[in-house]
């Protein structure tokens, strides 16, 4: 089964609820025609007019007057035409759920989905879609309390540098693939058709009608390795591609993506949608080029924007971090968050709340050995070992990804502190959890900080990856083993160099790691929080209607016990890369000995 782009319904994309407060709600889509976008709820009904871009047409209305913990039934109108949910939908109706400060909070998480066809020949390849079989689970018992508050999508929600057959013959037809960058997006037209067809998909799309969503980028959104050094940004900007690219990537983005991450009181303060709502003309706003002129500017100075935000969500909170955009990669710097973007998380980490969450597309707490080669391999970037191993250190950085929070040492520690403070109470009451969500690394695993002097909140890393873009196998053996087998010896380097900062507390993989497509869920519960891992399979091969399978819950609670629950068939999974890793383990033991 294809994507599947109807050219000719009145909404190209979406309906999407994207904001879902205790009374306000918006809801994005993008419009076959120019003109203005109605949400009706009973009686009640919302409108606003559409924008444009590259002849793209577009509508961000806001839903207001709701009350608490209601789920609302609703439809939308373009330009006075029902438009959705389609007529010959097979699923149930599309609705607003309403946030209740009172009611535990439940994420969805997860990050790197491709956007390929759901037949035998690309599960094969890519695995089951795990955001598709969790619509359909969801589209069979639709209004079960269990379904989560929002998903949020940790990053590569789109590959711009490694396209399908469907996007390569887009390109054909519009520009050739003999021009560069050959088989690679090129600007905000090819862009606005990979995101539709990233979430054209009937399933999906449904889904993201009635779940409010939350998303943040990272590098495969713009391109591999994006922002990894100074080095790499000065090789793209020698190319004759990369700023139509980047302009491309960032304006699209903040169309398809970021605006609809912001809460109300957050987008009448945002620069691009103040001029879009001051437009008081009859013919549509066309924003090309003003957006265009934004994108320029914040390639040139990450400071003159911020893309991380939060969500108020009751008893929780939740701050999503920019990990990429935000870089400072002028010499002598070399920040995970520019000095901009580092104060206002300064101003958002704050306790007060039962449980905080950190969304950061990168992991923060990486498995010990990668943790370990990364704080290497940036000291010998930086010249603590000389010329030579500066340059061998740059091509490991792109060659292997060494640019997690461990590469950006400043950075880390500087935010460590901050959360060691929240979780010791100096910011206001400790909450029970402090937990970061990630993605990135193709695998899936839960980690907590241990030996953090005077914590009152337990500190845990839970990472989502992929959605579905499995790694190959040699490479989850490698992973696993420099995670694990390698972390004894890179740490005894550590302590022989002054050139490594060592963290004053340690962290450990707990669970995990797991290969699987998949999507997690974090709920929160009476004494802690519930974890889950899910990943979709065919049953009775019925392409069609993928079902869930459990690969790991864990249930944390706040006075330190925690327990593991694997379905059956997973056990032996955990174990494929095991051998390997463990006789490397086993050999370090004995030469300890």
Not at 76 to 96: I, K, L, M, R, T
Not at 185 to 198: N, P, Q, T
């Amino acid at each position: 089964m294809t994507n599947d782009l109807r050219t000719n319904e009145p909404i190209q994309l979406g309906p999407m609820v994207r904001y879902a407060g205790e009374r306000e709600a918006t809801l994005w889509a993008q419009t076959r025609d120019a003109g203005e976008l109605t949400v009706r709820i009973g009686e009640k009904s919302w409108s606003a007019p559409t924008f444009a871009a590259h002849g793209h047409h577009y509508a961000l209305v806001l839903l207001d007057g709701l009350e608490p913990g209601q789920v609302y039934e609703y439809t939308v109108e373009v330009n006075g035409e029902h438009a959705w949910p389609q007529p010959d939908s097979p699923f149930p109706a599309p609705v607003v759920k309403m946030l209740k400060a009172d009611r535990p909070t439940k994420i969805a998480f997860g990050s790197c989905r491709t956007s390929v066809p759901h037949d035998a020949k690309h599960n094969r390849t890519n695995g089951i879609d795990s955001l598709r079989a969790y619509a359909h689970e969801m589209a069979r018992h639709p209004r079960d309390e269990r379904w989560p508050d929002l998903v949020v999508l940790l990053g590569d929600q789109v590959y711009a540098d490694i396209t399908s057959e469907a996007m390569q013959e887009f390109i054909e037809e519009k520009r050739g693939l003999d021009s560069e960058p050959g088989e690679e997006l090129k600007d905000y037209v090819e862009y606005a058709h990979l995101y539709r067809l990233a979430y054209s998909e009937p399933a999906v799309r449904w889904m993201l009608s009635t779940m409010p969503s939350a998303m943040i980028f990272d590098d495969h959104d713009v391109r591999d390795d994006w922002n990894t050094s100074l080095a790499w940004h000065e090789e793209m900007n020698r190319t004759s591609w990369w700023h139509g690219r980047i302009v491309g990537a960032l304006t699209s983005y903040w169309v398809y993506q970021h605006c609809g991450n912001l809460s109300p009181e957050a987008l009448a303060e945002d620069e691009v949608w103040q001029k879009i709502t001051a437009h008081t003309g009859s013919d549509e706003l066309d924003i090309t080029d003003m957006i265009e002129a934004f994108a320029e500017k914040v390639d040139r100075d990450a400071q003159s924007y911020r893309f991380s935000y939060t969500r108020d969500l009751g008893e929780s909170k939740l701050i999503v971090l920019d990990s990429r955009a935000a870089r400072d990669l002028r010499p002598g710097h070399r920040a995970m968050l520019d000095a901009e973007e580092l104060d206002w998380l300064d101003g958002e980490l704050r306790g007060d709340v039962e449980h905080l969450f950190i969304g950061t597309s990168l992991p923060f707490f990486m498995p010990e050995g990668i943790h370990m080669l990364e704080a290497l391999d940036e000291a010998a970037c930086d010249g603590a070992w000389g010329k030579t191993m500066a340059s061998l250190g740059e091509r490991m950085r792109q060659t292997i990804d060494l640019e997690h929070w461990a590469a950006f040492s400043d950075t880390f520690f500087k935010v460590s502190d901050m959360v060691l403070a929240v979780a010791r109470g100096e910011r206001g009451e400790a909450p029970r959890t402090v937990t970061f969500l990630s993605g990135d690394i193709h695998n899936s695993f839960l980690s907590e900080v241990q030996d953090a002097e005077g914590t009152k909140s337990r500190i845990f890393q839970a990472v989502c990856s992929p959605i579905r873009n499995p790694l190959p196998r040699h490479v989850r053996a490698g992973q696993s083993i420099i995670g694990r087998g390698l972390a004894w010896p890179l740490r005894e380097v550590v302590k022989r160099t002054h050139a490594v900062r060592t963290p004053h507390f340690t962290w450990r993989t707990t669970h995990g790691p797991w290969f699987d497509n998949n999507l997690a869920t974090v709920e929160v519960i009476e004494n802690g929080l519930e974890f889950r891992w899910e990943a979709g399979e065919i049953v009775d091969g019925d392409l069609e209607h993928p079902r869930l399978r459990l690969v790991s819950e864990i249930r944390v609670d706040s006075d330190g016990d925690s327990n593991r629950m694997d379905s059956k068939g997973d056990r032996g999974r955990l174990r494929t890369w095991q051998p390997l890793g463990m006789r490397i383990v086993e050999q370090v033991k004995k030469l300890r000995r």
